[in-house]
């Protein structure tokens, strides 16, 4: 027990002196990014990133469905495909958020499961693309050893994916090593999901009927619907509205869009049903959210 309290202080140290500026920054290590956040936020629209998450101080909570997802210095999240949900964190200037997110890469995710000797054999019930688990020793070791690299240009250069592998395959042998498992496998229901998400966030700003989602997956149409809410708790068409939604905001907050050359950036036809989508899901106009957005990025 001791052992894991220090872990966890120790993680927080190495976070604290590591992600030096607000927000999230990249590092010298590819794919891996450090955040800091000095202040609170309320339950708001997001989408997640495949990702493994380690949170050293603060508590974040993320919402699926009807599913609430606490990641805190206790527990690691693991996203294996890219999740529109809501999340909230904790957060004071004396107490910041710290937390590491590993991008998952799916071609070490099976070239690891090869070099492991482990057929890509199905998993059984197809998982959902999110989780999260208690942290291991094994898994809090692995990360402060990414951390201390990361002070260190030439160590992150030498040492950084080395541990990247490292912590991949602590979570493929933790609890929720599935869904990882799953991503791997070209064969399972879930990887053809994922492939369907991948040209979703490509190809977002054409129309995209749930019948050519379903071809594209291999699936007839029933099959699909089901597997897709499993792995990502929405429908085909609720996923894409979101992930056009986000991707407008973005370009009227960091690219000067105005809302109607965003809505029709992202696939709207008409201005006014993008706009009313819009206020339905970040609770604000294109106009406000976009001017908020920018406000806060001055303030840093």
């Known amino acids: 027990m001791d052992g894991q309290k220090d872990t966890r202080k120790r993680l927080a140290s190495l976070l604290n002196a590591v992600a030096v500026h607000e927000g999230t920054q990249r590092t010298l290590v590819e794919g891996v990014e450090v955040t800091r956040r000095s202040r609170p936020s309320s339950r708001t629209p997001v989408v997640y990133q495949p990702n493994i998450v380690v949170v050293g101080q603060g508590r974040k909570r993320g919402y699926l469905g009807d599913k609430v997802y606490q990641y805190d210095p206790f527990n690691y999240l693991v ?51 999110i989780s999260t688990t208690p942290m291991s020793e094994e898994l809090g070791g692995a990360v402060i050893r990414l951390l201390e690299c990361l002070k260190s240009p030439l160590d992150s250069r030498m040492l950084g994916r080395q541990t990247v592998r490292e912590i991949v395959y602590r979570v493929l042998c933790g609890e929720q090593g599935g869904a990882l498992r799953a991503l791997a496998n070209r064969d ?23 019948e050519e989602m379903a071809r594209r997956a291999g699936m007839s149409v029933s099959a699909f619907h089901h597997n897709f809410k499993l792995v990502t708790a929405s429908s085909p068409l609720q996923y894409l509205k979101r992930i056009r939604l986000d991707q407008a905001r973005r370009l009227m907050a960091h690219d000067g869009y105005n809302a109607g050359t965003a809505a029709r950036a992202v696939g709207y036809e008409s201005p006014s049903q993008f706009s009313r989508e819009f206020k339905r899901l970040f609770g604000v106009t294109p106009v406000e959210d976009a001017g908020q957005t920018r406000a806060r990025l001055v303030a840093g």
């Not at 004396?94 to 482990?118: F, H, K």
């Not at 399972?188 to 749930?210: D, G």
């Open 79 to 129: 996203l294996s495909v890219p999740l529109p949900a809501e999340c909230e964190w904790e957060a004071s200037p004396e107490e910041p958020l710290l937390l590491v997110a590993i991008n998952v890469d799916p071609t070490m995710l099976g070239e690891m499961l090869l070099e492991m000797d482990e057929p890509l054999s199905p998993v059984g019930t197809t998982p959902r693309g």
């Open 188 to 210: 399972e229901h879930f990887t053809r999901i994922a492939r369907v998400l991948k040209h979703i966030h490509a190809e977002y700003a054409r129309p995209l009927s749930a």
